[in-house]
Nanobody
Framework: QVQLVESGGGFVQAGGSLRLSCAAS????????MGWYRQAPGKQRELVAS???????????NYADSVKGRFTISRDNSKNTVNLQMNSLKPEDTAVYYC????????????WGQGTQVTVSS
């Protein structure tokens, strides 16, 4: 059983910054991918960024084209925490952001957080 808890969402003006955090707890396999997804009203949930880790080593990262150069994903494996630094925010970034964790070698499991609201005003 794995639990994910997001924090850091809020209201910000265009051009501002927010930092999201996701704390994972429970039975977490060392070789996994953690990522951030978002879902805006009337749109499908989409991948924002992900980071692949094995033990204390972080490997490849992946970003949606719309956030490249503005968002940075990072992982503190010792604390089972993934962060998303969001800079130069745009109104189009407004969405509920969800944390996700999945084992690399066990495709039958997948966990989601409850989501945190990010609202960017113009």
């Amino acid at each position: 059983q794995v639990q994910l808890v997001e924090s850091g969402g809020g209201f910000v003006q265009a051009g501002g910054s927010l930092r999201l955090s996701c704390a994972a707890s429970g039975s977490i396999v060392s070789f996994n991918v953690m990522g951030w997804y978002r879902q805006a009203p009337g749109k499908q949930r989409e991948l924002v960024a992900s980071i692949r880790s094995r033990g204390q080593t972080n490997y490849q990262t992946n970003y949606a084209d719309s956030v490249k150069g503005r968002f940075t994903i990072s992982r503190d494996n010792s604390k089972n925490t993934v962060n998303l630094q969001m800079n130069s925010l745009k109104p189009e970034d407004t969405a509920v952001y969800y944390c996700n964790l999945r084992p690399v070698l066990d495709t039958t499991q997948n966990w989601w957080g409850q989501g945190t609201q990010v609202t960017v005003s113009s």
